[in-house]
């Protein structure tokens, strides 16, 4: 019997032969390719940028009422 190639059950990793549709120990369909991970969305710093508009926003609004309420203005 010729002995063909193998391939590893992505669930597994048990050995398959080649021509095998599914894992003789897990079941798992190997036939198929599986899906590609997604990768990870980055941040592009659009949302950090925001946030110090924010700030930098509620400081100015604040100092610039602080003098009224202290009786300076």
Do not use: H, N, Y
């Not at 798992?28 to 700030?55: I, R």
Request: negative net charge; contains cysteine; aromatic residues 14%.
């Amino acid at each position: 019997m010729r002995r063909g190639k193998t391939l590893k059950c992505p669930s597994c990793s048990s050995e398959i032969p080649d021509e095998s549709r599914f894992c003789l120990k897990c079941g798992k369909d190997v036939a198929t390719p599986a899906a590609p991970a997604a990768e990870p969305q980055t941040d592009d710093g659009s949302e950090m940028f925001a946030m110090m508009c924010m700030a930098f926003a509620f400081m100015l609004f604040f100092f610039s009422l602080a003098p009224f309420f202290m009786g300076i203005w």
